[in-house]
């Protein structure tokens, strides 16, 4: 028996869909998933930015993930859900297409991006992609995911 087996590394990650694709980020970043509620556009924001809520009276930024992968916007649905992430006590919110579930992996089954995906800054946050038997899985960095400086700005151009 190989003694290094029972000491694999796991990962824990939250997953959720954009179109057909599954994402996943790492669980202990996630505080909570919310279902959608009224976003308070942010004039002048970035267009990946959606807005801001109210959550339990903290004003909470929300950002499209869809315009941030650059992806093509679809219309909010039922299963639509915003994920309220903390980034290092930078508190913001994603719309994602709906939420899967809580998804545990050995450290091996996830590979770094290739280096083709990392080159391009608008894919920096690409963490890495995990292999199931049935797809793969794109693993988000969430630190890299919004700009702080904008934030910092006001949440400016």
């Known amino acids: 028996m190989d003694t ?8 824990q ?10 994402y996943a980020i790492d669980i202990l970043k996630v505080q909570e998933i919310n279902n959608l509620k009224e976003i308070t556009p942010i004039p002048n924001a970035q267009a990946y930015l959606e ?4 959550l339990r009276g903290k004003v909470i930024p ?5 315009r941030r992968l650059h992806l093509e ?10 994920v309220i992430v903390d980034l290092n ?25 290739p ?5 391009k800054s608008r894919s920096d946050f690409v ?12 693993i988000l960095d969430m630190d890299k995911m919004i700009d702080r400086t904008d934030l910092q700005r006001g949440v400016v151009r």
């Open 4 to 11: 290094n087996a029972a000491h694999t590394d796991m990962l």
């Open 89 to 113: 006590g930078l508190v913001l919110g994603m719309i994602v297409d709906s939420v899967s579930d809580v998804l545990r992996l050995p450290s091996e089954t996830v590979e770094p991006a």
């Open 127 to 138: 963490l890495g992609i995990a292999k199931l038997s049935d797809m793969l899985v794109i």
């Open 115 to 119: 280096p083709v995906v990392t080159g």
């Open 73 to 82: 916007d679809q219309a909010l649905t039922d299963l639509s859900k915003i």
């Open 13 to 22: 990650f939250v997953t959720f869909n954009l179109g057909k694709q599954k």
């Open 51 to 54: 807005g801001a809520i109210n």
């Open 62 to 66: 929300v950002l499209n993930l869809r």
